[in-house]
Structure formats: structure tokens, C-alpha cells
């Protein structure tokens, strides 16, 4: 096959386009330009889409004796991944970037020009397996991308290649050591890759402003501090809520409620944090077929954790219901619900996802 491999300069990427020339396909490494100013150096561990990590990707390239290109994805980067993270944010959700850039750049604008140019599949350095078409947790579950990937819909996986997710990730830089590639010990990227400095309560204020709104208590209805807006907060963070006295019971407060029109934020006890039902809309459906009824499945709506029995409902509009069959704490809007099958034997394979639009206690 004609396979493109997309690279960001980072030791799995890497590895995953070695293990594609291996395994006897026509290779040509990529890698995408997605900064409109993008500095010479990383910060340690911190962004991604530096000079250097474009010139790590060629030397990798050349290690691999394949043709090697940039190609600049800036503008749709920033309109398709970092305006929408700050605009969900400005509208009270807890948006996750990584899921819009696999959903509308690296599955999407990538795939289509490569499938234009004669590719046959994209191989990426995901940590996640493919099993006759079927997208599955890496054997590595503290690097498992699944939950990331599962935006991706039947036609999306029919061209993706995971090559890197049946190993775990110290094997992986005990490859590319074995390899000569000279990322083996380069430290992964953190956080969110657009913003180096870690501060996205900075980055997001230079972006939407000052919205001035009250902190509430939910069970007085008091008022308990102001800010300079909601996209400071999400649901179920416990610091930096700028309040001074502890409440009257001694307990924590948490942030239960964020309303982006009024900008109200709601804090309250653990226990408001409790939800039962989760509505999602922009639903995908794994196996290309929405199923006629309700289906039994473990929902993971965190990136990493906050998992639960639940029953997933398919609804006439094209949105979701699931309904949870033990609390979960921590449910933002904007972030994916994850479906993953209920028993044991395929507890590793997604069966569909949806973006949370709204939870219920």
C-alpha cells in the first residue's frame, strides 16, 4: 500500500513510520505546519509544532530512506481546532482540542489529500488498535488515545493505520533507540499543544477579554466572589475560585453549574457533582450503523477516567441519551462521551462517541 505517514517529530510517530516501511509499504513521511509563527525550540515537554520538531521529523525521515514534506495547515488549525477552543470555552464548556484536530485535520483535511494524491491509508503515531476495522484501547493504558479517536467515523478507521498500539510506549523508545533514530528519548508533549506556556487561563483571557459574573453559592444563592469570566472555570474544579471563607459546614465547594450568558459560575458540595444522565449531540457511531435500539456499554467521558455502566439510547434527531447506571462526577459540556462495550472479553473496543451537550443529576 501507499501509506502516508504523518510526523510530528516525536519518537511514536516516528516509530510508527519505521514499523510501515518494515512491513513493506510505500512510505512518505509528513509533517504539518501548524503554528503561523512557530518557534525554533520546544519548552521541554511543552507544544509542539517548533522548528525543531519539523526538523526532528525530517532527520527521522531520512534515518528511514523516505521522501519527506511539510505541509502548512496552519490557517485551518486555527480556525478548525484553536477558535473553537476558545469560543467553547467563552460558552461555558470544558472543550478538549485533541478530539477536534484528529476529527477535522489529521482524519480529515490530511486523509482527504492524501487519499487525492493516491494514498492508500494515513499511519499516525496514536496509541490505539484497529481489529477488522473496529477502533480498541492500546495495549498501553496509560497511553491509550481511543478515547481521543473515537470521533472518527467507519470510513475515517477504513484508512487509518495505528502501527505503534500493540506496544507499550518504554518499548516503543526502546525501538527507536535500536532504530538509530535520534528521538528515543525525546520527552513527550503535554498538555495542550498551542499553548507552550501551560497558562490557558491566560491564553484563553487574551483571546475572549474580561466578562465580568458572579460565584454563587447553589444552596444560598449568595454571592461569593466575582471574576473576570467563565472561561476561567469548568465543572468540578475546587481551586482558584476566588473565594475567601470557607463554608458554613467546613466542606469544600466545587464548581457545580457555569451559565456563559448571565456568567454566573455555581459552586456547591461533592455531592451536587453527582450525575445520572448525559445528553450528546454530533454522535458517531463506530461500526457505520446506528443501531435500532438501546445498547449496553461503559461510557468514559474524561480523557483519562470518569467511566461507568450506562445505556446508550439513539434518538430520532440524530443526538443521545445515556443513562448511567452509577454517578459520575466531573461531566463537562464540550467534552466527548465515549462508548466503549460492557463486557470484559471487548471492554477495549469503541462502539461510539457524542459531544456532551448537557448532564442531569
Given at each position: 500500500?501507499?501509506?502516508?505517514?504523518?510526523?510530528?517529530g516525536?519518537?511514536?510517530?516516528?516509530?510508527?513510520?519505521?514499523?510501515?516501511?518494515?512491513?513493506?509499504?510505500d512510505?512518505?513521511?509528513?509533517?504539518?505546519?501548524?503554528?503561523?509563527?512557530?518557534?525554533?525550540?520546544?519548552?521541554?515537554?511543552?507544544?509542539?509544532?517548533?522548528?525543531?520538531?519539523?526538523?526532528?521529523?525530517?532527520?527521522?525521515?531520512?534515518?528511514?530512506?523516505i521522501?519527506?514534506?511539510?505541509?502548512?495547515?496552519?490557517?485551518?488549525?486555527?480556525?478548525?481546532?484553536?477558535?473553537?477552543?476558545?469560543?467553547?470555552?467563552a460558552?461555558?464548556?470544558?472543550?478538549?482540542?485533541c478530539?477536534?484536530?484528529?476529527?477535522?485535520?489529521?482524519?480529515?483535511?490530511?486523509?482527504?489529500?492524501?487519499?487525492?494524491?493516491?494514498?492508500?491509508?494515513?499511519?499516525?503515531?496514536?496509541?490505539?488498535?484497529?481489529?477488522?476495522?473496529?477502533?480498541?484501547?492500546?495495549?498501553?493504558?496509560?497511553?491509550?488515545?481511543?478515547?481521543?479517536?473515537?470521533?472518527?467515523?467507519?470510513?475515517?478507521?477504513?484508512?487509518?493505520?495505528?502501527?505503534?498500539?500493540?506496544?507499550?510506549?518504554?518499548?516503543?523508545?526502546?525501538?527507536?533507540?535500536?532504530?538509530?533514530?535520534?528521538?528515543?528519548?525525546?520527552p513527550?508533549?503535554?498538555?495542550?499543544?498551542?499553548?507552550?506556556?501551560?497558562?490557558?487561563?491566560?491564553?484563553?483571557?487574551?483571546?475572549?477579554?474580561?466578562?465580568?459574573?458572579?460565584?454563587?453559592?447553589?444552596?444560598?444563592?449568595?454571592?461569593?466572589?466575582?471574576?473576570?469570566?467563565?472561561?476561567?472555570?469548568?465543572?468540578?474544579?475546587?481551586?482558584?475560585?476566588?473565594?475567601?471563607?470557607?463554608a458554613?459546614?467546613?466542606?469544600?465547594?466545587?464548581?457545580?453549574?457555569?451559565?456563559?450568558?448571565?456568567?454566573?459560575?455555581?459552586?456547591?458540595?461533592?455531592d451536587?457533582?453527582?450525575?445520572?444522565?448525559?445528553?450528546?449531540?454530533?454522535v458517531?457511531?463506530?461500526?457505520?450503523?446506528?443501531?435500532?435500539?438501546?445498547?449496553?456499554?461503559?461510557?468514559?467521558?474524561?480523557?483519562?477516567?470518569?467511566?461507568?455502566?450506562?445505556?446508550?439510547?439513539p434518538?430520532?434527531?440524530?443526538?443521545?441519551?445515556?443513562?448511567?447506571?452509577?454517578?459520575?462526577?466531573?461531566?463537562?459540556?464540550?467534552?466527548?462521551?465515549v462508548?466503549?462495550?460492557?463486557?470484559?472479553?471487548?471492554?477495549?473496543?469503541?462502539?461510539?462517541?457524542?459531544?456532551?451537550?448537557?448532564?442531569?443529576?
Open positions: 500500500m501507499r501509506v502516508l505517514a504523518a510526523m510530528s516525536g519518537v511514536d510517530s516516528a516509530v510508527a513510520a519505521a514499523r510501515a516501511v518494515e512491513a513493506g509499504h512510505v512518505v513521511g509528513v509533517h504539518l505546519a501548524l503554528s503561523t509563527a512557530p518557534g525554533a525550540l520546544r519548552t521541554g515537554s511543552r507544544g509542539c509544532c517548533s522548528r525543531e520538531d519539523a526538523d526532528d521529523a525530517r532527520r527521522a525521515a531520512d534515518m528511514l530512506g521522501p519527506f514534506y511539510v505541509w502548512d495547515f496552519a490557517d485551518r488549525f486555527k480556525e478548525d481546532v484553536i477558535d473553537e477552543f476558545v469560543a467553547a470555552y460558552a461555558g464548556e470544558t472543550p478538549n482540542p478530539l477536534s484536530c484528529n476529527e477535522k485535520i489529521k482524519f480529515s483535511a490530511l486523509a482527504e489529500r492524501a487519499v487525492a494524491l493516491g494514498f492508500d491509508a494515513l499511519a499516525t503515531g496514536h496509541y490505539a488498535r484497529l481489529h477488522d476495522g473496529e477502533l480498541r484501547r492500546a495495549v498501553d493504558e496509560d497511553k491509550d488515545q481511543s478515547y481521543v479517536l473515537a470521533v472518527l467515523d467507519h470510513e475515517q478507521l477504513s484508512r487509518a493505520m495505528f502501527p505503534i498500539g500493540d506496544t507499550p510506549k518504554p518499548q516503543i523508545r526502546e525501538e527507536a533507540e535500536r532504530r538509530g533514530l535520534a528521538v528515543a528519548n525525546k513527550d508533549s503535554h498538555d495542550i499543544c498551542f499553548i507552550p506556556s501551560g497558562d490557558t487561563r491566560a491564553f484563553l483571557g487574551a483571546r475572549i477579554g474580561i466578562r465580568p459574573g458572579a460565584v454563587v453559592d447553589a444552596t444560598t444563592g449568595d454571592t461569593l466572589a466575582e471574576h473576570e469570566g467563565v472561561h476561567g472555570f469548568t465543572i468540578g474544579q475546587r481551586k482558584g475560585l476566588g473565594i475567601e471563607a470557607p458554613a459546614d467546613g466542606q469544600p465547594r466545587y464548581v457545580t453549574g457555569i451559565d456563559a450568558e448571565s456568567g454566573t459560575v455555581t459552586v456547591g458540595p461533592a451536587d457533582l453527582d450525575i445520572r444522565s448525559i445528553s450528546a449531540n454530533r458517531v457511531w463506530t461500526s457505520g450503523e446506528t443501531p435500532d435500539s438501546p445498547v449496553e456499554c461503559v461510557v468514559q467521558v474524561r480523557a483519562h477516567g470518569g467511566l461507568a455502566q450506562a445505556v446508550a439510547s434518538l430520532a434527531d440524530g443526538t443521545m441519551r445515556i443513562d448511567l447506571r452509577e454517578p459520575l462526577r466531573g461531566v463537562a459540556r464540550g467534552q466527548a462521551a462508548l466503549y462495550a460492557p463486557d470484559a472479553a471487548n471492554g477495549d473496543r469503541v462502539i461510539g462517541c457524542g459531544r456532551i451537550t448537557a448532564s442531569h443529576a
